[in-house]
């Protein structure tokens, strides 16, 4: 069983940066692929990044590339989202997620069995 808590959203302005942690449980988190998702108003959840069991396999989608990383820190049980350049269309309620399936990254919502309370992001312009 592996729990996820999200941190560090908040309101900013358009063109600021954030960065997000998600803290997890459990003593198999190094194994397990991590993904972070955001779901806005009205939208499905969609992906936004993924990152594989060490670090060595990411994945973005192309609406954050370039201003997005996402990283993982195995020995404090954490991953992160360094968010730089925030847009308009960037504010929703972001979730970190895990994969027990899985160690690689991944975009597949269905690959990953658990999920933080998620973390909103408020972007003003």
């Known amino acids: 069983q592996v729990q996820l808590v999200e941190s560090g959203g908040g309101l900013v302005q358009a063109g600021s940066s954030l960065r997000l942690s998600c803290a997890a449980s459990?003593?198999?988190?190094?194994?397990?692929?991590m993904g972070w998702f955001r779901q806005a108003p009205g939208k499905e959840r969609e992906f936004v990044a993924a990152i594989s069991w060490r670090g060595g396999n990411i994945w973005y989608a192309d609406s954050v590339k370039g201003r997005f990383t996402v990283s993982r820190d195995n020995a404090k049980n954490t991953i992160y989202l360094q968010m730089n350049s925030l847009k308009p269309e960037d504010p929703a309620v972001y979730y970190c997620?895990?994969?027990?399936?899985?160690?690689?990254?991944?975009?597949?919502?269905?690959?990953?069995?658990?999920w933080g309370q998620g973390t909103q992001v408020t972007v003003s312009s």
């Open positions: 997620a895990a994969s027990s399936k899985s160690t690689y990254a991944s975009n597949r919502y269905n690959l990953y069995d658990y």
């Open positions: 459990g003593r198999t988190f190094s194994s397990y692929g």
